[in-house]
Every structure is written in structure tokens, then in C-alpha cells.
């Protein structure tokens, strides 16, 4: 009687311990290494990545840029416009790391600010006078440009998805 009295009682301490001890380490959660390009916006250098485009061509153009794919997605084209915010891409002017050869590009709606998404209009930047063209970091600058007939901007009709990942006072 002693002896099942004590291995109940053992049985019953185990448990409890066991129900105490620490859980077993989570699984880690896995990471993925994408290439980010870098932008600007609001004059800081931020960075971000392409996972879709609205359009076969510019989805090509982005995978064969950054050797990462960019999805062809036909359906980012219909979101409608109060959800997207801008990306600013050059067409002329200095050579640089932007996907058509030219300088970087310019973001507005950073993370943290209203209007912020990583859904991005395109709109296309072109140097009326590329002899006269110069850096710009900002949709400031870009639409004092724009107002002094320094430059033109025309919106494609494509939508890219960019989220950024390193930003002025943030990562991910």
C-alpha cells in the first residue's frame, strides 16, 4: 500500500515539474534575403524592395534589374488610386542606380506617414533639358521642378508593390 501510495505520489510530482519546466525553443522563424534598392525620400536615403507590378514589361524590367523576381501582377493595376502613394522614376538626366539607368528614385509617403503604402503609382520623371539636370531627393524639389517646366511628369497607369525596408527612424 506504501509503495503504490509513493509512486502515485511520484507520478503525480513528475507531472507537476514537467508542467513547469521550461517549453521546448520555438521553431525559428525563417528569413529570406531580397535584393533592396535604394531611393529616396523626403531628401533620406531610404530602401525597398519589388515583389509585383501591374505590367509584364515593367515586371521584367525590375526581375532583371535586381536578379530577384518581380511577379506579373494584372490586378494591382485596379486598386483604386486613394490607396496608392507615388514613386517618382527618371527617364533622363544623371546616370545613376534607378531602374532605367538614371538616378535614384523618389518616394513620397513614408512609413509613419498618412498616406503611407507600399503600393506605388509610377510616375515617370522626364528632364525637358537633360543638360540642366540635376539630383533630386525629394517630391518637393520634383514638383518645383515640374512648376519651373524643368521637368514632366506622366503616370503610366502602373502600379508596383515597394515596401520599404530601411527608412529615416526605421527597418523591418
Known amino acids: 500500500m506504501k509503495l503504490s501510495r ?12 514537467a508542467a513547469c519546466a521550461p517549453a521546448a525553443p520555438a521553431e525559428e522563424m525563417p528569413t529570406a ?8 525620400a523626403d531628401g533620406k536615403e531610404i530602401y525597398f524592395i519589388h515583389t509585383e507590378a501591374s505590367d509584364p514589361d515593367i515586371a521584367n524590367l ?3 534589374m535586381m536578379s530577384s523576381p ?15 502613394a507615388n514613386v517618382y522614376v527618371f527617364d533622363n538626366g544623371p ?5 532605367l539607368g538614371f538616378q535614384a528614385d523618389v518616394f513620397d509617403n513614408p512609413p ?24 533630386l531627393t525629394s517630391v518637393a524639389e520634383i514638383l518645383a521642378a515640374q512648376e519651373a517646366g524643368e521637368v514632366t ?3 503610366p497607369g502602373v502600379v508596383i508593390n515597394m515596401p520599404f ?7 523591418r
Do not use: C
Request: glycine share 10%.
Open 6 to 17: 509513493l509512486l502515485i505520489i511520484s507520478i503525480f510530482l513528475v507531472t507537476i515539474l
Open 33 to 40: 534575403l531580397l535584393p533592396a534598392g535604394k531611393a529616396f
Open 62 to 64: 525590375l526581375t532583371e
Open 70 to 84: 518581380v511577379l506579373h501582377v494584372p490586378a494591382l493595376a485596379q486598386i483604386p488610386d486613394e490607396v496608392l
Open 95 to 99: 546616370e545613376g542606380m534607378g531602374p
Open 112 to 135: 509613419g506617414s498618412q498616406g503611407y503604402s507600399p503600393l506605388r503609382r509610377l510616375n515617370v520623371v522626364s528632364w525637358t533639358d537633360p543638360a540642366k539636370a540635376r539630383m
Open 153 to 155: 511628369i506622366a503616370q
Open 165 to 171: 525596408v530601411v527608412w529615416d527612424g526605421g527597418k
